[in-house]
């Protein structure tokens, strides 16, 4: 769909500040923060930049819904919902966004409401909108610094390129060493993301 730039970023600050915690707002304005840095540094035209803004804004509207909210609310818009998903209902609070803010707000650009709704397990592709979304997500300074340096590290090995698809290798390792760390299960959508970049930077080095 058309991007439509009736949709300002402070419309979608103030819709997100009125669902979420003041805790929960400092972490999404900083995601706001790194994928500006991010789209700067890609030299993203005016309206790609604008679409990961607002994503960012908006990709965590809908986090503070409790569980059985969100499994209620995906199953009643018609998501075909695993097993993990429905014992782990937090994982669809993308998913479910992507979803209430068509509705509520009227975006229809699909750029925008996919990279809200793959921003907790990524997808298979992934848009550079997508991607810059998911990583400013583990990036913002709410994070703690043992957590992105590595990520960064990755994402611009030398200060001055921007390796998107090492960047994403990375993040996806360290959310599963999270996961596996904290004993809970892992989504087979992770491990295929994962694959699916792991295969990106092993053709790029041969």
């Given amino acids: 769909m058309t991007f ?10 103030q819709y997100t500040r009125g669902r979420v915690s003041k805790k929960r707002m ?7 923060d790194v994928g500006d840095r991010l789209s700067k540094r890609l030299a993203l035209s005016a309206e790609d930049r604008q679409r990961v803004l607002l994503a960012c804004m908006l990709h965590d509207s809908c986090k503070e819904y409790k569980e059985k909210d969100l499994i209620a609310m995906a199953l009643e818009s018609g998501m075909a919902l695993s097993p993990i998903e429905l014992e782990n209902g937090h994982l669809l609070h993308g998913p479910v966004a992507a979803h209430v803010i068509q509705k509520d707000l009227g975006v229809t650009d699909q750029e925008i409401v996919s990279a809200i709704a793959e921003h907790t397990l990524g997808n298979v592709p992934m848009t550079l909108i997508s991607q810059i979304v998911f990583l400013a997500d583990c990036l913002d300074e709410t994070r703690p610094v043992d ?3 590595p990520i960064w590290a990755a994402l611009c090995p030398d200060g ?6 090492n960047g994403m290798l990375k993040a996806l390792d360290s959310s599963l060493e999270h996961v596996i760390a904290t004993r809970r299960s892992i989504h087979p959508k992770t491990v295929d993301v994962r694959n699916y970049f792991l295969g990106i930077v092993k053709a790029a080095i041969t």
């Fill in 4 to 13: 439509s730039p009736s949709l300002s970023l402070d419309d979608a600050r």
């Fill in 26 to 32: 400092a972490h999404i304005e900083g995601v706001v």
């Fill in 147 to 149: 957590y992105t340096k």
């Fill in 160 to 165: 001055e390129t921007t390796d998107l698809p």
